[in-house]
């Protein structure tokens, strides 16, 4: 029996609540957690089918045509078995959710970097070393690289117009126009994306290091030119993704072609320089704000004008808008995104996609502002709060930016900070203290589920949902042992294949609100059935200590169950809720930073993040997502931006020792605060996402910071030691 | 060539093409995956394990050339069923999301305490000639080999201030 | 990785006797791994040195002398050389993370092949990597690149910290040939410019091992070692500075200062040394040692800023050396 549901307003009265105090919420250990520190968890290319070979992609040198110039030489090297060139491999990575096959074809390159062709071996050194040896050639007109040089795709263009911007940015009594930019990133998860492919007969089975199998799993067969039940995907352990493994990449489909024209199982793992170059990475943008105020700081006019960038025939545009929209009130507002068509490698979903970069720029000008009208910046925002979301109206399902902000301030001892940068100095360091707000929108995706009870009582939950890093074992642990009655260690999850109900996969922070849900309606159904069989309504059944109870009928599970299983499904779906309420996650960050007037060098002493991000499922997983994400926004502040080579477009830092993330001794305690927030709007669960919302203030709060210290406002990311040096001297 | 490889109290004999790196031959050879594989350049830390003593990133060094060294990796930190205590501070601290860097944290931590006791001096240390105390900042310092990029390092850096001051 | 014959002497003269013109001596293997992964370094064979007893440190008549399989945590950590010779553990502990510095060695940091991503990029032209072939770097992206001592055919920085503390303590390689000959040289007679050979790092010649490092006693007490890098850990140096000085009565009486970060070799100007000597500090001696240091620098587009920062460091280091 399936539950299906989908959130079209506030009211879940047919639904259960969960309770207080039980195992939702609680600060538990990570349920996953020993087979991590124990090395025992398994990765995808860690499983090893019997006659295993090893595959390397190769990438073009250049674009236009490809020719491998010396195949066969490289095919006679010894162990080497295959040099595959076939129209299916992808040159792209799919984007998030496409569900089909991304862009095929590798004789022709569209960009350096992308792969052409599969050397396989019988080992993985022989591997390597002949897909070094495998020469390319590439032929064709040299393609736009430059954002400047591209051209703007008109179809991609975003634009809404409310009011008259032009009149109140001319008439405003206090005016911010700057342009700010930011480079494009990487996702750069620990694991590099890897397949292990195996065939029985014209069935695929496919280890994955993959986020959203219900779509890759589509992907995949349809790249294949197979029926999609024929796909397998497995995605136990997922070594990270932030984005990066949404869509299925080259691995993939790679490895599934050798292992069927080999008849053995082979395994494609990408280098770390493949990780840079073949799957998706953030655009780089090119935003200007306009900001038109009265004295008082109230916000009469806001513009925020985007560029970004995407390979041709690519439909993601880096969402940079995103936040503008209803972050702040102003009557009179110019929202544009532009794209321009450039051969650098795809862009895609990355880590908070649009806020991350949007919110992060949005935030400084807004800090610009403040000094400009001589106004406490936290002030300045909570004077321009908006009541429903502008231009739609929309109400908004819960707004707790207020809270975050005062709250934030309060616990972070803001008041006592001097107004005027400059004021505070500590041998060579300046020290200087910033905030911002932090946005993101809440999504919901469909998500199925299946719980299992067996008939001694322990509960089974079963979704292709992934768990990469996120907690997703934890917390439907956790909602299976709420929704049951029964301590979180008699149940089991079961996650990442395909062979079971679909969740909605792991990606802009919808994956536990989403297929938690559905964890959730799956032991509604199952209480509804023990319901039936005690003779009551579901609403006055009580489980709980592995009993259930009605009135004075109190029966153990197994005496209820009776030597069967008991099983039940639920399924969500977005419902109209979307439309009717503006639904999002909210935030303030305050940071303070030391700035070295001698190198220019920043040192983060303090960042400091209050969020509200709907119902908290496990306090220890969900301060370890917030600090993940505001980690985030420290590294988009400081470190992180990818070179891409002016004549052709490559990426040149492509390896973890030349691209900067943060490393430990950049890091400074990170102090998370979760409001509670049930936003009603949010399921049953009233549940919302969290591991994005950090990153979208905590870049802004210390590039304010920043400029607090020393005085240096920095608009070009990262604020890296040179740009810093600049406006000291 | 025919080499031996002594990890984790048991020896392994095995014949390796000498450019199989000491990661591979865990990894590919003995079948020990705890070891990751995150760049393969040193770059990053995953595959940190402990060569007589010391750490080490197993990628970037030939497995003939440890045929004499005693290797630990993660899984030869805990005692059976039992945690070492660096293991069980990570549970307790969340040190860990996806986990890929999480044995390389594990024995970088273990063996980062021992050069500690053993006085060795980091970057930060203020006197190259004072003792050695395990403040946040030296923990840090220490710990930056390792990179975590859903970035746990909060809780790795409480997990092993947890354990130092055991 | 090309396949390669390993081998494990015993000693020094059977290391020298298996080497061939394309073999590779292997320490630590933290950077010829790195590059040979890449294929960027294809040699026939290894030889591992670390059997050899290169691996002491001594004290010896006016100085200290420091094996090739020295690691680098270990000469980080010798009691001696945090006494005596502290830019160097310094510098040492500022570079890469504690597991590469657990293997990597004392020679092989002296050898250490540039960071530049062209040069480790075997699709792009490199006339280090393969002569003749041009320079993909210039015209390129730069940041770590070089702004001193650079040609038109290479401007590759030299990456180690280890080697630019050693260059302000005026050490010594010590090189055997495979007669049993043995010579010392000079870091700066060791290093060659680029010039039209970038190809050619230094003098040493096939056929012959790094079997040490010659210390002499510091010409100076007052050690600084100053590194600024993008992040505040495990990153390369945008620019570094070491100094040795001593003072007397209020006025430099000796100063040796060595920069990374800028040079295609560890770089050291005497003239800036020279002008110091002998004077009293002061900020306008230090702001004219800057000048000195950067007059002849080439500042590519993307590399403009080391020169500001640079100039900022050495006035910190010389500030705090001479306080």
């Known amino acids: 029996m399936t539950l299906d549901y989908q959130i079209d307003g506030p009211e879940n009265e047919e639904l259960t609540k969960p309770s207080q105090g039980g195992p939702l919420g609680a600060d538990m250990e990570r349920r996953d957690g020993r087979d991590k520190v124990t090395g025992s968890a398994c990765y995808a290319a860690e499983y090893r089918p019997k006659g295993l070979l090893h595959g390397v992609l190769k990438r073009a040198p250049g674009t236009g045509a490809v020719r491998l110039s010396n195949a066969e030489d490289v095919g006679t090297i010894p162990g080497v078995r295959l040099v595959l060139q076939d129209e299916r491999m992808i040159r792209n990575a799919a984007q998030g959710t496409a569900g089909e096959a991304p862009v095929q074809g590798v004789s022709k390159a569209e960009y350096v970097g992308q792969p052409v062709a599969l050397v396989v071996a019988e080992n993985f050194e022989t591997a390597w070393h002949a897909a070094n040896r495998l020469q390319i050639s590439c032929e064709g007109a040299s393609l736009p690289v430059l954002p400047e040089n591209g051209e703007v795709d008109d179809d991609m263009q975003e634009e809404a117009i409310t009011g008259e911007p032009a009149t109140a940015f001319s008439d405003a009594e206090v005016f911010v126009d700057e342009t700010y930019t930011t480079p494009a990133l990487t996702s750069a998860p620990m694991e590099p994306h890897a397949a292990v492919a195996e065939w029985h007969g014209d069935r695929l089975t496919l280890h994955g290091s993959l986020q ?58 990408q280098h770390r320089r493949q990780v840079f170059e073949v799957n998706t990475r953030r655009s780089e943008t090119r935003q200007r704000i306009r900001l038109a105020a009265g004295r008082d700081g109230r916000l009469t006019g806001l513009g925020h004008e985007a560029r970004v960038s995407n390979l041709p025939g690519e439909e993601f545009s880096e969402p940079v808008l995103q936040g503008s929209y209803f972050a702040y009130a102003a009557p009179n507002r110019l929202l544009r995104s532009d794209l321009v068509r450039l051969n650098r490698p795809a862009a895609g979903s990355v880590r908070a996609p649009g806020e991350a970069v949007g919110v992060t720029v949005f935030e400084v000008a807004m800090d610009e502002l403040a000094g400009k009208c001589g106004i406490d910046p936290v002030k300045l925002r909570l004077r321009n709060l908006p009541e429903a979301e502008p231009g739609s109206d929309r109400p908004f399902s819960s707004h707790r930016l207020a809270d975050c902000l005062t709250k934030g301030r309060d616990s972070f001892g803001w008041d006592d900070r001097p107004a005027e940068p400059r004021q505070r100095r500590e041998g060579e360091w300046w020290i200087g203290t910033g905030m911002a707000a932090a946005v993101r929108v809440n999504m919901v995706m469909p998500a199925e589920a299946r719980v299992r009870l ?25 909602i299976a042992a709420e929704g049951l009655g029964l301590a979180v ?139 993940g994400g505001m980690t985030w926004g420290l590294g988009l502040a400081l470190t992180e ?8 477009g490559h990426i040149v830092n492509r390896d973890l020792a030349e691209y900067h993330v943060p490393v430990n001794a950049d890091v400074p305690h990170l102090d998370v605060h979760l409001l509670e927030d049930l936003d009603p709007w949010a399921g049953p669960l009233a549940a919302k996402g969290i591991g994005e919302l950090g990153i979208c203030g905590s870049g802004s709060a210390i590039l304010n910071a920043i400029h607090h210290a020393c005085g240096v406002r920095i608009r070009d990311l990262p604020a890296t030691p040179d740009r810093i040096l600049s406006g000291l001297t | 060539m025919q ?37 393969d350049h040193g770059q990053c830390g995953a595959c940190t394990v402990i060569a007589d003593g010391r750490r080490i990133n197993a990628c970037l060094t030939l497995a003939v050339m440890h045929a004499d060294a005693e290797i630990v990796t993660v899984e030869g930190l805990a005692e059976g069923k039992t945690l070492s205590a660096m293991q069980q501070a990570f549970l307790d601290h969340d040190g860990m999301q996806c986990g890929y860097c999480t044995p390389g944290q594990l024995c970088s931590a273990t063996a980062m305490l021992e050069e500690a006791r053993a006085g060795r001096a980091s970057h930060v240390t203020e006197d190259l000639e004072g003792t050695t105390r395990l403040t946040r900042d030296e923990i840090t310092e220490r710990m930056s080999g390792n990179l975590c990029r859903c970035a746990c390092y909060s809780g790795i850096v409480a997990a092993i201030e947890k354990v130092a001051a055991e | 990785m090309r396949p390669f014959d390993y081998h494990r002497p015993e000693t020094s003269n059977d290391a020298l006797n298996l080497a061939d013109e394309e073999a590779a001596f292997i320490g630590g293997g933290t950077n010829l791994l790195d590059l040979m992964k890449l294929e960027v370094m294809t040699p026939d064979q290894l030889v591992d040195i670390n059997r ?150 230094t003098t040493l010649t096939p056929g012959e091992l790094i079997t040490g490092v010659h210390l002499p006693v510091p010409a100076g007490d007052r050690q600084v070692y100053r590194k600024v890098r993008d992040r505040a850990s495990y990153a390369f140096a945008l620019v570094s500075t070491a100094a040795v000085l001593r ?77």
């Open chain 1, 212 to 269: 959203m199998l219900r779509y890759n799993r589509l992907e995949l067969a349809d790249s294949l030119g197979i029926e999609p039940e024929k796909v397998r995907l497995r995605a136990p352990f997922v070594g990270g993704g932030f984005g990066s493994k949404l869509g299925i990449s080259a691995d993939c489909v790679a490895a599934a072609l050798a292992a069927r024209e080999l008849g053995q199982p082979v395994r494609v793992v």
């Open chain 1, 454 to 478: 067996t008939p001694e009582g322990r509960a089974v939950v079963e979704t292709d949902m992934t768990d990469i890093g996120t907690g997703t074992y934890s917390i439907l642990g956790q």
């Open chain 1, 489 to 627: 260690d008699d149940v089991d999850v079961c996650l990442g294949d395909t062979d079971l109900p679909a969740g909605s996969g792991s990606g802009g922070s919808f994956g536990a609100a989403s297929t938690g849900t559905a964890v959730w309606l799956a032991c509604e159904e199952i209480r509804r059935e023990i319901a039936g069989r005690m003779g009551c309504d579901a609403q006055e059944l009580t489980l709980s200590d592995g009993h259930a109870a009605c009135g004075n009928d109190r029966r153990s599970l197994p005496e209820v169950l009776a030597g069967e299983p008991l099983s039940g499904r639920g399924k969500l779906e977005p419902g109209e809720a979307l439309e009717k309420v503006r639904q999002a996650t909210w935030g303030a960050v305050f940071s303070e930073v030391a700035v070295n007037d001698v190198t220019g060098e920043v040192r983060v002493r303090r960042l400091q993040g209050t969020f509200a991000v709907g119902r908290v499922l496990n306090q220890r997983t969900a301060r370890s997502q917030a600090q």
């Open chain 1, 641 to 648: 931006g990818m070179a891409h080579d002016r004549r052709d």
């Open chain 2, 3 to 39: 080499t031996t490889l002594t990890v984790n109290g048991t020896r392994h004999q095995l014949d390796l093409d000498p450019r199989v790196t000491l990661l591979d031959a865990l990894r590919e050879h003995i079948g020990l995956t705890g070891a990751k594989k995150g760049c």
């Open chain 3, 52 to 201: 050899l007893g290169l691996d002491q440190i001594d004290e010896v008549s006016g100085g200290i002398r420091i094996g090739a399989t020295v690691r680098n945590s270990d000469l980080a950590d010798d009691a001696r050389i945090r006494r005596n010779w502290s830019v160097l553990s310094r510098a040492l502990l500022a570079g890469a993370s504690p597991q590469l510095r657990n293997r990597a060695t004392t020679a092989g940091n002296l050898l250490q092949r540039t960071r530049c991503p062209y040069f480790q990029d075997i699709d792009a032209p490199c006339n280090k990597r393969v002569p003749g072939s041009g320079c993909a770097a210039i015209g390129g992206e730069l940041r770590n690149h070089a702004v001193l001592g650079t040609s038109d055919h290479c401007i590759a920085l030299h990456p180690s910290d280890m080697a630019v503390a050693m260059r302000a303590l005026d050490a010594e390689v010590i090189v055997r040939d495979a007669g049993g000959g043995t010579r010392t040289t000079a870091l700066v007679e060791f290093y060659r410019l680029p010039g039209d050979t970038p190809h050619i790092e």
């Open chain 3, 247 to 323: 003072m007397e009565n209020g006025k430099i009486v000796s100063a040796s200062l060595a920069f990374g970060g800028l040079g295609t070799m560890p770089w050291r100007n005497e003239e800036i040394e020279a002008l110091l000597t002998g004077e009293a500090p002061s900020n306008a001696l230090f702001d004219k040692a800057g000048e000195v240091l950067m007059k002849e620098a080439e500042l590519r587009e993307g590399l403009e800023f080391k020169k500001p920062l640079a100039q900022r460091v050495l006035k910190a280091v010389l500030t705090e050396a001479t306080q």
